[in-house]
């Protein structure tokens, strides 16, 4: 898997990363630590973070709990334009997200933190 590693560090945007990850999902939790650090260190905009952190919740949010919570960090830190982040809200935390607004608000560091950026003046 090193060499995996070693050939991903050349991944310019973190498009490499994602479709490494897509392509490996039953074979690439033992090396999610550094796969996701890739990801932060190339990803400029949180495309790929976000993107990442809605298939492993697609295809096994429990299997991936421990490694989702960081990629939507990792997204939240990059994607300052809020141009991805919004689809996460629906996608990790489901779609009645609103509905739980204010419990996740208060449970949920990340959901809290997404909310607040994308409906910052909407008074909801």
Not at 77 to 100: F, P, V
Not at 114 to 124: A, E, L, N, T, W
Request: charged share 30%; aromatic share 10%; with cysteine.
């Amino acid at each position: 898997m090193s060499d995996i590693l070693k050939n991903l560090s050349g991944d310019k945007d973190g498009m490499a990363t994602y479709d490494y990850i897509v392509n490996h999902v039953d074979t690439c939790l033992d090396s999610m630590p550094e796969l996701i650090d890739n990801l932060k260190r190339v990803d400029a905009n949180g495309q790929f973070l976000s993107s990442t952190a809605r298939f492993l919740s697609a295809v096994d949010s429990e299997k991936f709990s421990k490694y989702i919570p960081l990629l939507v960090e990792g997204a939240i830190e990059k994607d300052r334009e809020r141009r991805y982040i919004g689809s996460l809200l629906q996608a990790i935390w489901g779609s009645d997200y609103m509905d739980r607004a204010e419990e996740l608000k208060a449970s949920d560091d990340n959901f809290r933190r997404i909310f607040k950026r994308i409906y910052h003046g909407s008074g909801i």
